[in-house]
């Protein structure tokens, strides 16, 4: 391989304009020097990394081609030099005898692109950049020259790719991966992707909140709610100029010491009763309480059947909670429910009675005559997927009383469902439930919910055309009186329902804004600013900012018994300096996935919440044994770091659920 080799190379004709030539200029032999292979040096005649500018060329998509690509693929190519493989094998030693073969292509034949297989010789083994749009696959060696980038400072040259890449316009870098091919200059795509990095929040920087200023300043003087307004501009002032993380002060307290969980007396019995539940003969003088809690363990455990059920039902029963029946048939119900006097009965939880057709079980076995259910109060059937409108009209002439209805996930109910409640039970219902009801059009059901006077809950989970007009006219009709409002998973709401909320709405107990994507930290501020005496929030996966949150606990965040904050990412000190001081009462929180929280942020909360039971950290990876093991609370459940504790996840169930808000009426208070 010492001797050198001649290879003759055509030469290209210069091209004038925009217009490729197709014919061939006389041949020119240039001589390439092959050197050793353990010691390769190569010397260009001309520079890889100039710009080639084309005379009078006023095409605006050559010119950006030119700056992409750090020269004309249109322009003249003076020289062509072949680097030679150094693989030791019979084809080095082949002559090319089809002349295209020695035309260097770069993607393009008589302007359009075409694709073709390289050979060898012409792919090489010496350091080639990848900005050519050459398919080129194999394995490259570092070679001796250096190549020099050329500098991309200018404004001319950061705006087009900025621009081309949507850069301003987008939150993620997800775009950016899709456009950084091989056609794009290394150096360049290296300068684009610092862009991002530039424009990142500094420390320290609150510009995100201009609109919660603004809103502030305007509320401050000009409405009822301007006394709470300037209360939580207030507070905001001081949270953007403290630095929370230094004033977070924890440090653990015990190390080597895991306190270990020991389950009661109640619990062992409770789970040798499930073991041996075909043992089980009568429930006779067992409180309901723990009869519900034995029957959950049952759904739980899949040991429901119905030799379980046929004993719910014998006597008179006044409550039966079954929270799955998805084993059940339709003759198995028609069969239970026939035998027994469902005269006492006061709440009837079936759930996830699929396999049964209501059609004819309501109006034959459950409602068999007008006022047949005159105790009935509570009425559960969530995800009867064969329950159908007019099967549920002889069910609410036979209990006059229902109060609460849950109706979620009955996949062929639409809002005809809502009007036969309205026409039977419209003084009375006060809990309603209809979440992931896909056939209930929320235009339609608005006009009718509105006449519900005293409906306490609502939960419209999941419904996708519930909109602000909705909710807007849902509690302006309903005002002080709605108590809990679900509207997770409508997606389509915005600020604006959250305004009226916090207007209308200040006796509002319970809310879930979890998965609305549309909420910013304004929607914030208008709960802040009218409801104060909220128990239970969820705001999980939203993008409220860490500063907002910690102001609305500290305005509003008093009362709260449950919190969760599952998925905000942008949770940090400031919210858990907050939670910390203010929360006191907290006993539920749910940090799942805020991996902003360190040992020391969940650590200080933990000790400085003397209530809290359960905290849920699930996602969180950071999190060490120092604050696992290091904490103070001796009577709080952590649950998501493994799976020993997952059974405690329902921990704070109440033993005992009739109304959330009020007391259940019977035949002598309540007719």
Not at 63 to 68: R, S, Y
Not at 148 to 161: D, F, K, Q, V
Not at 237 to 249: C, G, S
Not at 459 to 479: K, M, N
């Amino acid at each position: 391989m010492e001797s050198d080799q001649n290879l003759k190379i055509k030469q290209v004709s210069n091209l004038s304009g925009t217009k490729r030539g197709s014919e061939e200029s006389s041949d020119d032999s240039v001589s390439v020097n092959k050197k050793n292979k353990d010691s390769v040096n190569l010397e260009f005649e001309f520079d890889l990394n100039a710009s080639i500018e084309e005379e009078n060329c006023v095409d605006d998509v050559e010119k950006h081609n030119q700056f992409v690509h750090g020269f004309d693929l249109n322009g003249p190519i003076n020289e062509v030099i072949d680097i030679s493989s150094d693989d030791n094998d019979d084809d080095d030693d082949k002559k090319l005898v089809n002349s295209s073969l020695f035309d260097l292509h770069l993607g393009f034949e008589n302007g359009s692109f075409v694709e073709r297989k390289y050979t060898k010789e012409e792919k090489g083994k010496a350091k080639v950049d990848d900005f050519l749009s050459l398919s080129l696959t194999s394995e490259v060696q570092q070679a001796d020259t250096v190549y020099e980038a050329p500098e991309l400072n200018s404004r001319e040259t950061s705006e087009p790719i900025a621009e081309a890449l949507e850069l301003n316009s987008r939150e993620t870098s997800e775009p950016i991966a899709a456009t950084t091919s091989s056609t794009v200059h290394p150096q360049v795509l290296k300068q684009v992707l610092q862009i991002p990095k530039n424009q990142e929040k500094k420390a320290g920087d609150y510009s995100h909140l201009g609109s919660v200023y603004d809103f502030l300043n305007k509320m401050v003087d000009s409405d009822k709610t301007s006394k709470a307004c300037g209360e939580l501009k207030a507070v905001i002032d001081q949270i953007t100029k403290r630095e929370a993380e230094k004033l977070i002060d924890w440090s653990p307290c015990r190390v080597d010491f895991r306190p270990s969980v020991v389950s009661s007396l109640l619990d062992l019995s409770l789970d040798v009763l499930v073991k041996n539940a075909d043992a089980i003969s009568s429930f006779d003088h067992v409180p309901e309480w723990l009869k519900r809690k034995l029957i959950n363990l049952l759904c739980d455990t899949h040991r429901m059947d119905i030799h379980i059920l046929e004993l719910l039902f014998k006597d008179s029963p006044s409550e039966i909670r079954v929270k799955n029946c998805s084993w059940m048939t339709q003759q198995q119900l028609t069969q239970t429910l026939g035998n027994s006097c469902l005269q006492n009965l006061r709440v009837l939880q079936l759930d996830y009675c699929g396999q049964c057709s209501f059609d004819d079980i309501i109006p034959n076995s459950l409602a068999r005559s007008p006022n047949s259910l005159p105790f009935l109060g509570i009425l559960s059937l969530k995800g009867a997927a064969r329950l159908s409108d007019n099967t549920l009209k002889p069910l609410f002439i036979s209990a006059p009383l229902l109060q609460s209805i849950n109706l979620s996930q009955c996949t062929l109910l639409t809002h005809t469902a809502i009007k036969h409640m309205v026409s039977y039970l419209k003084n009375n219902l006060k809990e309603l439930y209809i979440d992931e009801c896909p056939r209930i059009d929320a235009h339609l059901s608005s006009r009718l919910i509105i006449e519900l006077e005293h409906l306490e809950v609502l939960s419209i989970a999941g419904i996708e055309t519930v909109c602000d007009e909705f909710v807007v006219l849902v509690v302006v009709s309903l005002g002080d009186k709605l108590k809990e409002l679900n509207l997770a998973g409508c997606v389509m709401l915005t600020n604006s329902c959250l305004k009226s909320i916090g207007y209308y709405c200040p006796n509002l107990c319970h809310l879930n804004l979890s998965h609305l994507c549309r909420l910013t930290d304004l929607g914030l501020c208008y709960l802040a600013a009218g409801c104060k005496s909220l128990k239970s929030l969820n705001v999980a996966r939203t993008d409220f900012s860490d500063e907002l949150i910690a102001a609305f606990l500290e305005t509003s965040g008093k009362s709260l018994k449950e919190l969760s904050l599952n998925h905000v990412s942008k949770v940090s000190f400031n919210t858990a300096f907050s939670l910390a001081k203010f929360s006191k009462d907290l006993v539920s929180l749910d940090v799942s996935w805020c991996r902003e929280l360190t040992d020391e942020a969940i650590g200080f909360i933990t000790d400085n919440c003397s209530s809290l039971k359960l905290l849920k950290v699930f996602g969180c990876t950071q999190l060490t044994e120092s604050f696992l093991l290091g904490h103070a609370n001796s009577q709080v459940s952590i649950v998501g770091h493994d799976l020993s504790l997952m059974d405690r996840v329902n921990m704070l169930e109440p033993d005992e659920i009739l109304l959330r808000h009020s007391a259940l009426k019977t035949p002598e208070n309540g007719l």
